[in-house]
């Protein structure tokens, strides 16, 4: 009897943990979406500001004055019209 007596409480306790897992589950995977949106982020901000100082410091150096190229603007695809056969 005793021992039917723990496993229900270990059943019950089991299912309590499972229940905050799953409640964690989901802002533990959002954290993680933003940590790696953040290091992205990081790098190519790191990578332009290496190509700005890599620039300024030719120009003080009397180089050549680098060209810098302009950020190239993305196209958006517009949705084709429907096109309505007569």
Same mark, same amino acid.
């Given at each position: 009897?005793?021992?039917? $007596?723990?496993? /229900? ?9 499972? +229940?905050? !897992?799953?409640?964690?589950?989901? *802002? ?15 790098? $190519?901000?790191? /990578? ?9 410091? +030719?120009? !003080?150096?009397?180089?050549?004055? *680098? ?20």
């Amino acid at each position: 009897m005793q021992i039917e $007596e723990n496993a /229900k409480h270990l059943r019950a306790n089991l299912a309590g943990l499972q +229940s905050q !897992l799953e409640k964690f589950a989901d *802002p533990f995977e959002k954290l993680g979406t933003h940590l790696k949106n953040a290091s992205l982020s990081y790098a $190519e901000a790191d /990578k332009r500001f290496e190509k700005a100082e890599s620039s300024v410091e +030719s120009m !003080l150096a009397g180089d050549s004055v *680098p060209q810098i190229p302009a950020e190239p603007q993305a196209n958006l695809d517009l949705p084709a019209a429907n096109k309505q056969s007569a």
